[in-house]
């Protein structure tokens, strides 16, 4: 009986239907793509391609390279090589990078002229998905940058979260903790992104409602250099007082209302109030002393009319 596979470390694998670790032993030319096992089954093979035949992956969810991570991992690769091939697809007479591109840019910095690389078949949105799951299984993509990766899975792959987590081999409230990142305000992201708060950090700020209370919160993170656990407190400590409620900016009120207040007000001492949306949707309320007020303004439409 065969045992079960564990989603962790499926990956590119679970999109990407025979691809099995292979050895050096197994390279191919580039017009060779696949190999056939034993029991006849196709396999991706790896072939040595030339390092000006590829060009990077325009779905490249990472948006930050480390140069001095590169210079080490060129480095490495001058030394020992590249131990695991790159993922290309075929795009007319270039290879277009699925997931590697970090290495690939290492191996141009170390000076190699060709390298080993999967060849895959795929359209573009196979290649999206592969992409992003290769680099959300990597340690070192920031937070932020995982959250966007999980909804561009979403917005544009159309999966699930239950798909996901089956995927990338992660729990379905790790990735709902994630995609929660990105409804926190955009200077908070940007801590995140930079690492000067943790996740553990992010989860205590969306224990609370208020944009404003976050942000509160996160610069006192940043100013007194909260734990986790101490922010949590803390967290705790402004629900439990009066909460801070976004007040919804009003919008511009044109002239012509000032005017009407003007003209109308001094028949009522200026009792006049006006409410109106963005769309201009509103109400006029009127408060009167006596019923004299309300008779002279009567007499001045009146007249008006005449």
């Known amino acids: 009986m065969a045992t079960k596979r564990s989603a962790l ?10 691809m099995t670790e292979m050895g050096n032993n197994n390279r191919a030319t580039p017009n060779e ?14 072939s040595e391609l030339p390092i000006e ?95 966007l990766s999980f909804q561009r899975l979403i917005d544009e792959c159309k999966l699930t979260q239950d798909s996901m987590a089956e995927i990338v081999g992660k729990k379905r409230t790790t990735i709902t903790n994630y995609l929660r990142l990105l409804k926190l305000p955009a200077e908070i992201q940007v801590c995140i992104r930079d690492k000067k708060i ?8 969306l224990s609370l409602t208020s944009s404003e209370a976050q942000k509160n919160l996160c610069e006192q993170i940043l100013k007194k250099g909260l734990s986790v656990r101490q922010a949590e407190a803390k967290a705790q400590q402004l629900l439990k007082e009066k909460p801070i409620i976004d007040k919804p900016q009003a919008p511009d009120i044109p002239d012509t209302y000032y005017k009407v207040a003007e003209i109308v007000g001094k028949y009522f001492d200026n009792n006049i ?14 408060n009167f002393k006596n019923d004299s007020e309300v008779e002279s303004f009567l007499k001045a439409i009146e007249q008006l009319n005449n």
Request: charged content about 25%; hydrophobic content about 40%.
């Open 33 to 46: 793509e696949t190999t056939q096992t034993a029991e006849g089954k196709s396999v991706a093979a790896i």
């Open 53 to 147: 035949s590829i060009v990077p992956n325009p779905y490249q969810p990472r948006t930050n390279f480390d140069e001095s991570a590169l210079m080490e991992l060129a480095d490495s690769i001058s030394r020992l090589g590249i131990i695991q091939p790159i993922t290309v697809r075929r795009v007319g007479n270039k290879y277009q990078i699925i997931s590697g591109e970090r290495r690939f840019k290492a191996s141009q910095i170390a000076g190699l002229t060709t390298i080993p690389a999967y060849i895959k078949e795929t359209d573009d949105n196979g290649m999206l998905q592969m992409a992003i799951v290769e680099n959300i299984q990597r340690e070192d993509l920031d937070a932020i940058e995982v959250a």
């Open 9 to 18: 470390g499926k990956g590119l694998s679970a999109l990407i239907p025979g």
């Open 198 to 205: 943790t996740m553990g950090h992010a989860k205590a700020i």
């Open 273 to 286: 109030r006006f409410k109106r949306n963005e769309k201009g949707k509103g109400s006029i309320t009127i």
